[in-house]
């Protein structure tokens, strides 16, 4: 094996940089002259604009503006919007109310934008943001998404607030496998609203260059290119060859990244109002108003099994609470990122979901780390774990009897699984936790005075997101293919161009290997450029677990014609038949001889211009390509928590993780674990300790890290990671994608760990402390002794 090339745990290129502080981060950005912006807030969740007096903070030192949604109208600046048509069961389209970057009449939820403050500098601009006044006329709010209806209606067009209510499957059908059925289990439960609190908050500069009419937005984004689209295309600020979007590094992302916010819109806007760049930069509080936040479900799910145990049907219905506005991808996730992944790894005949998506006077709720495919894990890895408890199974045992086993699968809701073998990822599982001890090690927790409790969860997802047909069908406003070009300069190093966008994934590192690997040199030889739509050509950027399958496809493809070049030129220079080079290892040689010329060689003849006289040959060594994948990628794996709790305090312990995925071909092993063991904390803290919370009057009460616990070191146990490989058939490295797996796999195998550890009584999440301490409080005396 190459020692840097597909399959080698190579440290990342990129940590030297972060490591030593020298990363380029966009609050690290400053333009010449900038101006500062502070966003004046809304206090309310729900309520009128009467007025705007800005006359005490135009009157404040260092004050250059103060802009409102009056401002943005007069200057024909268009709302945000949504990317993903949703229909509703009656073929209406999803009711979209406007989402204006600073409010025109109204507010919809607790840190809604209302007008903006630039000034000489951040602090001048914070303060003459408190001095904005702004009369209000209250109004109800709404905040839980089973009460929507009847409520006050947060926008016109959606006078019931719901947005849609969407089907997917065949409600007779399954019906009728619950009409049969044996044996039906019921479960209510709410997939908690999230947080995504990245390392790097969110932040922004707009420039504006007067000389050419051209504007710069620097900004924390895992897509700009779509970034750019969106302002150009959609909001109006200008056509796209005068808007350059720079995403430099960026501190994490887990979904909340990808969309397009109304700070960047108003910094890039502004800047051209002032006549100087405008800056602007979150503080942890402004995260936690106002990122999109993540899941909040409320979800009634059943399952139908025959007398032995075989799944026959399963019906859900889920209300998914979308917040005040439709953020950018928000549509999809609850509908065509969830409720095709609902079949889990089983072979279940029948399958048939609603979903009613909703507003509340709340933040918007787009994707979050796995989006959509952990809502849909937790309802079906819940529901398995109790059906077999219920019916006197073993949980293993149940699950293999009903895991699919032939490939490809084509399941009831869209999805064709093209490769897989389950089997194999539990029995692995299984040995690596040692399972056949567990009964020992529960004793013996048992004797100290602990209940030790064992959880499952067989988890697969659809990423690679995705084929852009597809997804076209399904509603999407865009293709989801991804863009590569490959430079070679004379010397033989290697420029690999992306659309594909990093922001703690490696791509630095693993985009090298594949090169390293095909092209037969070292990785220092490779530098990856992302992130600058000046320099990229358009490309769809990184979410869904798409940067490997897609983005790494993509590189193939250009470095092929690479390749297939690099023949042409060899062939010339040794005066031997194209048909007779062949490559490998680095070197052009001719068959059947020792004639050769090693990569580098090659590329400094491709530039000798002269060479080619009279030859179809043109000079360089450049390819570019664009891949458009086949099929989503199905990762899957089991994973099994295994923790103590502590009766007296309700406090759980996880002592053992063990997870055992297939995520086809490994480029990096060292990195993808990094990725499991990630996704594994964020799941972790869904499941035990994280939770959003609004009162009923729409204020967040979880604002700061005081009131939001997210998971630390000693939350978390050491991992034992495995892997079971089947190669993906439907792109050229075989690759599954890594990047979501942990966080959708760990919540349902938290709570039925802990559930198994309580004699199966119900805990909600995050199962706190308290909420399993009242769980305790409910069972019978002696089996909570026990």
């Not at 190579?10 to 966009?26: A, N, P």
């Not at 009467?50 to 024909?76: E, W």
């Not at 979880?702 to 892997?723: E, K």
Request: aromatic share 8%; proline share 5%.
């Amino acid at each position: 094996m190459n020692a840097t090339g597909i399959g080698a745990a190579v440290r990342r290129k990129e940590d030297q940089r972060f490591i030593t502080g020298k990363g380029q981060y966009t609050d690290d950005v400053n333009r010449a002259g900038q101006a500062y912006a502070a966003f004046v807030r809304s206090p309310h969740a729900h309520a009128e604009i009467r007025g705007i007096d800005t006359s005490a903070a135009l009157a404040m030192p260092g004050v250059i503006a103060v802009l409102t949604g009056a401002d943005l109208a007069a200057d024909k600046i268009g709302g945000l919007i949504c990317g993903w048509m949703i229909h509703s069961k009656d073929g209406s389209p999803m009711k979209a109310g406007a989402h204006p970057a600073l409010a025109q009449g109204k507010v919809r939820y607790v840190g809604d934008h209302v007008a903006v403050v630039i000034a000489e500098t951040a602090l001048q601009a914070r303060d003459a943001a408190e001095a904005v006044s702004v009369d209000y006329n209250v109004l109800p709010a709404v905040v839980d998404p089973a009460k929507v209806k009847g409520a006050t209606a947060v926008h016109d067009v959606a006078p019931d607030n719901t947005v849609f209510s969407w089907q997917l499957g065949d409600k007779a059908g399954t019906d009728a496998a619950f009409a049969s059925a044996a044996h039906v289990t019921r479960l209510d439960f709410v997939n908690n609203r999230l947080v995504p609190n990245a390392i790097e908050p969110r932040a922004a500069v707009g420039d504006y260059d007067a000389g050419t009419d051209s504007f710069t937005l620097y900004t924390t984004s895992q897509n700009p290119h779509v970034a750019r689209l969106v302002l150009s295309a959609f909001i109006g600020i200008a056509p796209e060859n005068k808007l350059r979007v720079i995403a430099p590094d960026v501190g994490g992302g887990f979904g909340s990244k990808i969309f397009i916010y109304a700070e960047e819109t108003v910094c890039v806007w502004a800047a051209k109002r002032v006549g100087r760049p405008v800056k602007w930069t979150a503080d942890r509080t402004e995260a936690f108003l106002a990122d999109a936040h993540g899941r909040d479900h409320v979800t009634r799910a059943e399952l139908a099994l025959d007398a032995k145990g075989k799944m026959l049907g399963l019906r859900v219905h889920t209300i998914a609470n979308l917040g005040a506005y439709l953020s950018t991808f928000s549509s999809s996730v609850p509908t065509y990122l969830y409720a095709p992944l609902l079949s889990g790894q089983y072979d279940i005949p029948a399958i048939y979901a609603e979903v009613d998506g909703v507003y509340t006077n709340t933040a918007p709720v787009d994707a979050y780390r796995g989006a959509g495919r952990p809502e849909a894990t937790f309802v079906v890895e819940r529901l398995v774990e109790v059906a077999a408890r219920e019916i006197g199974s073993d949980p293993v045992a149940f699950r293999k009897k009903n895991f699919v086993s032939k490939f490809p699968h084509q399941t009831p809701v869209i999805m064709n699984y093209d490769v897989g073998n389950y089997p194999a990822a539990m029995d692995k599982a299984l040995e690596l936790a040692d399972y056949k001890g567990f009964a020992r090690r529960k004793r013996e927790s048992a004797k100290a005075g602990k209940l030790r409790g064992l959880g499952f969860s067989a988890y697969i997802e659809a990423c690679g997101i995705a084929p852009s047909q597809a997804v076209g069908s399904l509603g999407a406003g865009v293709g989801l293919w991804e863009s590569a070009e490959v430079r070679v300069n004379p010397t033989g190093s290697v420029e690999v161009l992306t659309g594909s966008h990093s922001h703690g994934q490696g791509h630095e590192t693993t985009f090298a290997q594949l090169v390293s690997d095909r092209l037969g040199i070292g990785i220092d030889q490779v530098s990856v450029v992302h992130g600058d739509t000046d320099k990229v050509q358009f490309g769809m950027g990184t979410y869904g677990s798409r940067s490997g399958a897609v983005g790494m496809s993509a590189i193939v493809k250009a470095l092929d014609k690479v390749i297939a070049k690099g023949r042409k030129v060899a062939a010339y220079v040794l005066e031997a038949a194209e048909s007779d080079i062949e490559f490998k290892d680095g070197r052009f040689t001719v068959a059947g001889t020792d004639k050769g010329l090693a990569f580098g060689e090659v590329a400094l003849q491709a530039y000798i211009a002269h060479k080619f006289s009279g030859q179809e040959l043109e000079p360089g060594l450049k390819e570019g390509a664009f891949y458009d994948p086949t099929n989503f990628t199905f990762p899957a794996g089991v994973h099994i928590c295994e923790l103590e709790i502590d009766p007296d305090t309700g406090v759980a312990r996880i002592d053992r993780w063990t997870a055992v995925d297939d995520f086809g071909t490994v480029i990096n092993p060292m990195i993808v674990e990094g990725q499991v063991h990630g996704g594994i904390a964020q799941g972790v803290g869904q499941a035990l300790l994280e939770g959003a919370h609004y009162d009923d009057e729409g204020q967040l009460v979880t604002a700061s890290f005081m009131d939001y616990a997210m998971p630390r070191a000693g939350d978390l146990p050491s991992y034992t990671v495995g892997m079971t490989v089947t190669p993906c058939p439907s792109n050229p490295l075989g690759i599954k994608g890594c990047g979501e797996a942990g966080a959708i796999a760990a919540p349902p195998a938290v709570i039925n760990a802990i559930t198994d550890a309580l004699g199966h009584e119900h805990v909600a999440m995050p199962a706190t402390s308290q909420e399993i301490w009242r769980a305790l409080q409910r069972m019978p005396t002696q089996m909570a002794a026990e």
